[in-house]
């Protein structure tokens, strides 16, 4: 070995270190864990694949799955049109843009503890939200949106929207940025009209940041923990995969191997996902 790939190589180690320590062996020794019976106290018994025949009987887990199933595809379809919409409108010319911009984009920077324990006391019994619902001539929960099966769920992935339109809105806003005003002069010139040029050719040409978006979106979606944790700890059937690990490995059970074959299948289906994602992306047919 060269002294130049020797010195990368050094220069490279606190990294492979890092990574083969915290990353590359907790993977693996979760992975051999997932077939054994785990527990903090009583050691491990090797189960085989009785973990992953459980969880698929266990019906606090399938609900998790239904909930995170319906987290993702409730908020990324909704998050990206209004990202998107609001991409287009602070991509204009006009005073105070800068502001605008700014003010879209900071929910997205603000810690998420700090922004679900502010929607917790706005969606209590006598909160604001209960409030406007009351002044529109609605009959909000009794006990408040957050303490009712029926609406917990639908009212985390709300604030969740809220929060994460700012961040995509500015890649949006780079795509948009990318795209030669050289096409838009020359269809103006052609007699396209703006709806005409929306569909012909922004939206065509933001199909790659479109199909980013909803990537980064749903692994982060699928791995929704923090919002649960803290707002509703599990209950009124809020439930999401991650908060099933978490709450059967560290909470209640202790039951590290089952926990952690439910983390490999979550695995699965993030890997899933994502593999028909970057093939979507690959594809050279338009998608719209």
Request: hydrophobic share 55%; aromatic share 16%; proline share 3%.
């Amino acid at each position: 070995m060269s002294g130049r790939k020797k010195t990368a190589l050094l220069l490279a180690s606190p990294w492979i270190v890092t990574l083969l320590l915290f990353w590359t062996v907790p993977l693996v020794y979760s992975f051999i864990i997932g077939f054994t019976d785990y527990q903090l106290l009583k050691g491990a018994r090797w189960v085989g694949f009785s973990n992953y025949v459980e969880l698929f009987s266990d019906e606090v887990f399938l609900a998790s799955i239904k909930n995170t199933f319906i987290f993702v595809f409730g908020t990324i379809p909704i998050t990206t049109v209004v990202a998107l919409g609001l991409a287009l409108l602070v991509n204009g010319q006009f005073k105070g843009r800068a502001v605008f911009r700014a003010g879209f984009f900071l929910p997205s920077i603000t810690s998420m503890v700090v922004i679900a324990l502010i929607f917790t006391s706005l969606y209590e019994r006598g909160g604001y939200i209960a409030l406007l619902a009351r002044m529109a001539g609605l009959s909000p929960p009794e006990h408040g949106f957050l303490y009712n099966a029926g609406t917990a769920l639908y009212s985390i992935m709300a604030m969740d929207v809220w929060m994460s339109v700012g961040y995509y809105m500015l890649i949006f806003l780079a795509g948009l940025k990318a795209i030669p005003d050289e096409l838009y002069e020359a269809a103006e010139v052609a007699g396209a009209s703006a709806v005409r040029q929306f569909f012909s050719i922004t939206l065509p040409l933001l199909r790659p940041v479109a199909l980013f978006i909803i990537v980064i979106n749903s692994i982060k979606s699928f791995q929704v923990f923090v919002e649960i944790f803290v707002m509703t700890h599990g209950k009124f059937d809020t439930s999401t995969m991650v908060y099933f690990i978490y709450d059967a490995g560290l909470r209640t059970d202790f039951r590290l191997g089952y926990a952690s074959a439910a983390a490999y299948v979550l695995f699965v289906i993030i890997a899933l996902f994502s593999i028909l994602q970057f093939y979507l992306m690959r594809r050279r047919r338009p998608l719209w």
